[in-house]
T-cell receptor, first 119, second 114 residues
Framework: GAVVSQHPSWVICKSGTSVKIECRSL??????MFWYRQFPKQSLMLMAT?????????EQGVEKDKFLINHASLTLSTLTVTSAHPEDSSFYIC???????????????FGPGTRLTVL | GQQLNQSPQSMFIQEGEDVSMNCTSS?????WLWYKQDPGEGPVLLIA?????ELTSNGRLTAQFGITRKDSFLNISASIPSDVGIYFC??????????????FGTGTRLTIIP
């Protein structure tokens, strides 16, 4: 149980275009999902907390107009990188917390990540 | 954003050796978690700790929640090739506005020398 998927697994785009990344909780409902960014050989940095039915909460220094988050249902959150530039190239990882009690741990489970390369 | 200090940064060991890594923070945490990340993948939860002083095992892995609530360690016994990867600690703080948020450590990269 507690499986989180992401799509696409990798994407290459031209500078100035927008890219949408999907995060789905496959076998549980998640009122809250999280979006992280990880640069090579670095740790995970939280970008924003995605709340179903309400606005996302962004971490300090993360531009909400550039990284649009939509949590339209209890199993889906999307991150759209708008007007992407080469410095946005990174590994984007989402997570969701299974609070139903069906998992051994009531903790954040992570998706497999999406590798974004902006040319 | 804040990060936890994790050490060592990297380890090179032989198969069969035991491994120990730790994580320290200037802040108190209510929960300590240990994740493993393989290249190109998302982190996978290994162990969760919820009480100061708690010692928890998961197979060959053992982790402890420091009594001061500002540190945690992870031990791996009798390492095997599939233990290779990056290990991250993560802490979740006392209830505040961002109760569910995790703060991640800087990571420990484990390599097994043939």
């Amino acid at each position: 149980g507690a499986v989180v998927s992401q799509h696409p697994s990798w994407v290459i785009c031209k500078s100035g275009t927008s890219v949408k990344i999907e995060c789905r909780s496959l076998d549980f409902q998640a009122t809250t999902m999280f979006w992280y960014r990880q640069f090579p050989k670095q740790s995970l940095m939280l970008m924003a907390t995605s709340n179903e039915g309400s606005k996302a909460t962004y971490e300090q220094g993360v531009e909400k107009d550039k990284f649009l988050i939509n949590h339209a249902s209890l199993t889906l959150s999307t991150l759209t990188v708008t007007s992407a530039h080469p410095e946005d190239s990174s590994f984007y990882i989402c997570s969701a917390r299974d609070t139903s009690g069906s998992s051994s741990y009531n903790e954040q489970f992570f998706g497999p990540g999406t590798r974004l390369t902006v040319l | 954003g804040q990060q936890l200090n994790q050490s060592p940064q990297s380890m090179f060991i032989q198969e069969g050796e035991d491994v120990s890594m730790n994580c320290t923070s200037s802040s108190i945490f209510n929960t300590w978690l240990w994740y493993k990340q393989d290249p190109g993948e998302g982190p996978v939860l290994l162990i969760a700790l919820y009480k100061a002083g708690e010692l928890t095992s998961n197979g060959r892995l053992t982790a402890q929640f420091g009594i001061t609530r500002k540190d945690s360690f992870l031990n791996i016994s009798a390492s095997i090739p599939s233990d290779v990867g990056i290990y991250f600690c993560a802490g979740r703080g006392p209830p505040q506005g961002g109760n569910e948020k995790l703060t991640f450590g800087t990571g420990t990269r484990l390599t097994i020398i043939p």
